[in-house]
C-alpha cells in the first residue's frame, strides 16, 4: 500500500512570511495527525482530525498554524505568519481509527527553515 | 496526561556490542508502548509496540523491548548491533487517544 505521502519536502521563508504544508494520508485512514519536530526535541501533536472533524488541536498555535482536512482524506496546514522560531520538521500521521493499537504511519516530513 | 522520559539523548557504541535504550513513562490509565526509529531526513518507523499480554516484545531488526509495570519502563535492546542501526530511537506512549514522543536517544555505532 502506499505510505503517508507530504509535499514539500523542504521550505525555506523568510520570517513574516506564509506557507502551506500537504498531506495525503494511507488509502482509508480515518484519522490524520499533524506534528511538530524541532530539532533535537521528540515530535509534538499540533492537531488531530477523526474524518474532516478536528478531535484535539490545543497544542496549535491557533493565531498563526491553521489546519484543515475538507474531504476527510488528505489535509493541508498553514502558518502565517511564520516565525523564526517555527523552523522545524512537519510530520503527517495517519491511522485506521482513533486509538488505535497499531500504532499511526508516518510520512517523511516537511523541513521547514524559517530565516 | 502521559508523558515519556528518555533518559540518554545520546548513546555510542562499537559494533556488535550489545545496547539499552531506556524509556520511562507516566500515565494515569492503561497505555500501549512504542519504539520508533528515525533515519537522517526520514519520517519515523514503527520498531515495535507492547499492547498487552507478553512483557517481552520483538521488533524489526533484531531489536526487542520488555515492559515492566512496575517500574513504569519499556526498555530496548538488542544485543548486537550494526553500523546500520545509526538512527534516532523514539519511544511513545499512547493513552488510546494520543500518541506522546519522548525526546529521543541518539544511537551511534562506531566501527
Known amino acids: 500500500e502506499a505510505g503517508v505521502a507530504q509535499s514539500p519536502r523542504y521550505k525555506i521563508i523568510e520570517k513574516r512570511q506564509s506557507v502551506a504544508f500537504w498531506c495525503n494520508p494511507i488509502?482509508?485512514?480515518?484519522?490524520l495527525y499533524w506534528y511538530q519536530q524541532i530539532l533535537g526535541q521528540g515530535p509534538k501533536l499540533l492537531i488531530q482530525?477523526?474524518?474532516?472533524?478536528?478531535?484535539?488541536d490545543s497544542q496549535l498555535p491557533k493565531d498563526r498554524f491553521s489546519a484543515e482536512r475538507l474531504k476527510g482524506v488528505d489535509s493541508t496546514l498553514k502558518i502565517q505568519p511564520a516565525k523564526l522560531e517555527d523552523s522545524a520538521v512537519y510530520l503527517c500521521?495517519?491511522?485506521?481509527?482513533?486509538?488505535?493499537?497499531?500504532?499511526?504511519?508516518f510520512g517523511s516530513g516537511t523541513r521547514l527553515t524559517v530565516v | 496526561a502521559q508523558s515519556v522520559t528518555q533518559l540518554d539523548s545520546q548513546v555510542p557504541v562499537f559494533e556488535e556490542a550489545p545496547v539499552e535504550l531506556r524509556c520511562n513513562y507516566s500515565?494515569?490509565?492503561?497505555?500501549?508502548l512504542f519504539w520508533y526509529v528515525q533515519y537522517p531526513n526520514q519520517g519515523l518507523q514503527l520498531l515495535l509496540k507492547?499492547?498487552?499480554?507478553?512483557?517481552l516484545v520483538k521488533g524489526i531488526n533484531g531489536f526487542e523491548a520488555e515492559f515492566n509495570k512496575s517500574q513504569t519502563s519499556f526498555h530496548l535492546r538488542k544485543p548486537s548491533v550494526h553500523i546500520s542501526d545509526t538512527a534516532e530511537y523514539f519511544c511513545?506512549?499512547?493513552?488510546?487517544?494520543?500518541?506522546?514522543f519522548g525526546s529521543g536517544t541518539q544511537l551511534t555505532v562506531l566501527p
Open positions: 500521521a495517519s491511522s485506521p481509527q482513533q486509538g488505535t493499537s497499531m500504532g499511526y504511519t
Open positions: 488509502s482509508g485512514h480515518a484519522t
Open positions: 500515565s494515569s490509565v492503561s497505555v500501549y
Open positions: 482530525f477523526q474524518n474532516n472533524g478536528v478531535v484535539d
Open positions: 507492547y499492547l498487552s499480554g507478553s512483557t
Open positions: 511513545a506512549v499512547s493513552d488510546k487517544r494520543q500518541l506522546t
